[in-house]
């Protein structure tokens, strides 16, 4: 199920990522579940566990706000409007599973699959970038540490 859940996490970008994009290009007609749903269609045979996926964009949707909160004093250098919108949509997917589905996803996990993505989906410098902020996050927010780098 490992890479059934690898292939999720892509299904769950590409949604997530489309359906930013068309929000910002003022589409009226955008619904995230037909996304989802056409997005989940094109690999019906790879991905059992649809429910993940559904879980990973609607959570990640509910509490963007919070996510994009967070994200600010972790990369203080880019504001978020500047990060490219593959990069947001991969902090947001990984921070997500960080502080919301760490009962069902260890940290280690969340962040190497977030630097996978980057790796796929993001520019040559996407993921030590992303690699960097989840771990600032990581230290920061879920252990409660600080460094140095960070005055969170």
């Keep these: 199920m490992a890479s059934n859940r690898h292939l999720g996490r892509i299904v769950a970008l590409q949604s997530l990522y489309e359906y930013e994009f068309r929000i910002q290009a003022e589409d009226k007609t955008v ?18 566990d649809t429910a993940f996926v559904q879980d990973l964009v609607n959570g990640v949707l509910t509490v963007q706000a919070e996510l994009d909160d967070h994200i600010r004093p972790l990369a203080p250098e880019w504001p978020l409007e500047q990060i490219a919108r593959v990069d947001r949509s991969i902090l947001r997917l990984g921070l997500y599973e960080l502080l919301h589905r760490a009962d069902q996803v260890p940290p280690k996990v969340a962040i190497n699959e977030a630097v996978e993505l980057a790796k796929a989906f993001g520019s040559d410098n996407s993921s030590k970038f992303i690699n960097g902020v989840l771990g600032t996050a990581y230290r920061t927010l879920v252990e409660g540490t600080t460094d140095a780098r960070t005055e969170v």
Excluded: A, F, M, P
């Excluded at 619904?31 to 059992?48: A, G, M, P, Q, S």
């Design 31 to 48: 619904v995230i579940d037909e996304i989802l749903t056409r997005n989940l269609e094109r690999y019906k045979d790879e991905i059992d």
